[in-house]
Nanobody, 127 residues
Framework: QVQLVESGGGLVQAGGSLRLSCAAS????????MAWFRQAPGKERDFVAAISWSGRNTYYADSMKGRFTISRDNDKNTVYLQMNSLKPDDTAVYYC????????????????????WGQGTQVTVSS
């Protein structure tokens, strides 16, 4: 089992950057695939990015490619989301998620593929 705690959210102007962190507690963090999702008010929770247990494979939603970067430090039990060129549409609560092993095929993009979730961190981008 793993517990996830997100941090790093806040208020930023359009065009700015933020780096989110997700600290994991529990055993064998390096056996878990990790992901970020986000949920804007009144909308579904959407996939943002994911990373394999080794860090060798990464996956992004199309609208985030080139702006967001997911990474992990298995020594620190932490996964990161570097967000650049932020837009007001990026305003949402950002959630960290984990699953033991790896989602199969296209499941990387599905919230149902992840078993463990953090409480979320608010990101607000002003215009």
């Amino acid at each position: 089992q793993v517990q996830l705690v997100e941090s790093g959210g806040g208020l930023v102007q359009a065009g700015g950057s933020l780096r989110l962190s997700c600290a994991a507690s529990g055993r064998a963090f390096n056996n878990y695939a990790m992901a970020w999702f986000r949920q804007a008010p009144g909308k579904e929770r959407d996939f943002v990015a994911a990373i394999s247990w080794s860090g060798r494979n990464t996956y992004y939603a199309d609208s985030m490619k080139g702006r967001f970067t997911i990474s992990r430090d298995n020594d620190k039990n932490t996964v990161y989301l570097q967000m650049n060129s932020l837009k007001p549409d990026d305003t949402a609560v950002y959630y960290c998620a984990a699953v033991y092993g790896s989602p199969s095929g296209s499941s990387w993009y599905l919230k149902g593929a992840y078993r463990y979730w953090g409480q979320g961190t608010q990101v607000t981008v002003s215009s």
